[in-house]
């Protein structure tokens, strides 16, 4: 089981940072709930048309790790993975090496995964930020601010 989470996690950032939208679409079930901060989907269609807005003038890179996972029962568990994104300008053609000028920042995926017909699948992913770099593109819009103590 572990395994078969890990690899649904990498799948996810593969997909995710080479726009794969219908392959990491596939790995959600059909009513699932994806909380990107900031953009909240749920659903295929509503993930579909999130992701479809996704800058590609931008690269981005996620690496996952610390995966902890709690089963629920045999066909329900809940998991924290730790992933560091990464995001660059790419130039004028559209094409890497994207200028890359921060540290990026360290999310908190906070899933719900459960078994189905065709392998575990994303019920629930629900990013937090933990640690963010001064210039991530969530904070450059000025719509969210991480809360002062």
């Known amino acids: 089981m572990e395994a078969d989470l890990i ?3 990498h799948d996810f950032a593969y997909y995710m940072d ?3 939208y219908e392959k990491l679409i596939g790995l959600f079930t059909s009513d699932a709930l994806f909380d ?3 953009h909240v989907h749920r659903g295929h269609d509503e993930i ?3 992701l479809n807005e996704r800058s590609t003038a931008i690269m981005t890179r996620h690496i996952s790790t610390n995966f902890h996972f709690e089963p629920i029962s045999e066909t329900e568990v809940r998991g924290v ?5 990464y ?3 790419l130039n004028a053609e559209g094409e890497a090496p994207a200028i890359y000028s921060g540290p990026g920042m360290l999310l908190e995926f906070h899933d719900r995964y459960v078994r189905t017909m065709v392998g575990w699948r994303f019920a629930e992913r629900v990013a937090r930020a933990a640690l963010l770099d001064p ?3 969530m904070l450059a819009g000025g719509h969210w601010r991480p809360e002062a103590d």
């Open 7 to 9: 690899r649904l996690s």
């Open 18 to 20: 080479y726009r794969k």
């Open 36 to 38: 990107r901060i900031m």
């Open 48 to 50: 579909r048309a999130g």
């Open 81 to 85: 993975v730790y992933n560091m994104s």
């Open 87 to 89: 995001f660059g300008q």
């Open 135 to 137: 210039h991530a593109p």
